[in-house]
């Protein structure tokens, strides 16, 4: 099952975060911060970003984030997978595609796109299988401390 996040349930994203942030699936960890901050966007508003958490069998299997916008590019509305992840004991249950079909019936937009740490080959098959492809962009960033 998939269900939106809980406010109450903060403590468990928090926990879910740190385990993504900590994992091979990321090139380096993010400070604890940005999850409040994060958590904080999430009770405010579904406008720009919501989260998902993935249960199997009545547990917390993982989570998914997700971030909005607009493209000229593909004229519509873009739904980012800023953050997959399901926990290690849940892997290999079809949990990951049934998160990517939860989408595209209830976020529907017109591109879906998402970030892969280039080792990470599980997530990548998973992708491929799905119908994603690569885009030959280099990615700049410009972080600026508020």
Not at 120 to 133: C, I, T, W
């Given at each position: 099952m998939i269900r939106k996040l809980k406010k109450e349930e903060k403590q468990l994203y928090f926990e879910l975060a740190d385990e993504f942030y900590h994992s091979p699936a990321v090139l380096h960890p993010v400070p604890s911060e940005n999850y409040k901050n994060t958590f904080d966007e999430l009770m405010r508003s579904d406008v720009y970003a919501e989260c998902f958490i993935i249960e199997h069998e009545g547990a917390a299997a993982g989570f998914g984030l997700i971030s909005k916008s607009f493209s000229q590019e593909c004229g519509g509305l873009v739904v980012w997978i800023e953050e997959l992840y399901i926990r290690r004991e849940f892997r290999s249950k079809g949990l990951g595609h049934e998160f990517f079909e939860f989408l595209e019936e209830n976020r529907p937009a017109s591109r879906y796109r998402l970030e892969i740490e280039p080792?990470?080959?599980?997530?990548?098959?998973?992708?491929?299988?799905?119908?994603?492809?690569?885009?030959?962009?280099?990615?700049m960033v410009k972080d600026v401390k508020a």
């Open positions: 080792d990470n080959v599980r997530a990548r098959a998973l992708y491929e299988r799905l119908g994603f492809e690569r885009l030959d962009y280099m990615q």
